[in-house]
């Protein structure tokens, strides 16, 4: 549904997949976390193991293990846990990583 293009540092969105609001808001969520994790954080993560697994719904872990390498789950998995929290921490979260 979008991805994060780190060469042109762009979220892109799929136009397909954009039929339903809740999922549109989820998906640039995670692909704005993206952009924070490699623009405003050396590409890292900035929550720990602990809180990534806890945030993680048991579908995003079958995902990330069918779908993604092993070197990305950390980020991957933290993109799917960020766009999960409550608009304010999502906003806090922006601020304090990427100083807006």
């Known amino acids: 549904m979008g991805f994060y293009?780190?060469?042109?540092?762009?979220v892109v969105m799929c136009?397909?997949?954009l039929d339903?609001?809740?999922?549109?808001i989820d998906t640039l969520r995670h692909e704005v976390w993206h952009a924070v994790q490699y623009n405003c954080n050396g590409g890292q993560t900035v929550l720990s193991d602990e809180q990534i697994?806890?945030?993680?719904?048991?579908?995003?872990v079958r995902v990330m293990r069918n779908h993604y390498k092993q070197h990305k789950h950390?980020?991957?998995g933290e993109a799917r846990t960020v766009a999960q929290m409550p608009t304010p921490n999502f906003l806090q979260g922006l601020e304090r990583y990427c100083a807006l």
């Open 15 to 17: 136009e397909a997949g």
């Open 74 to 76: 950390r980020l991957e």
């Open 5 to 10: 293009d780190t060469r042109r540092k762009r």
């Open 53 to 60: 697994r806890n945030g993680l719904k048991r579908s995003d």
């Open 20 to 24: 339903d609001y809740a999922e549109m």
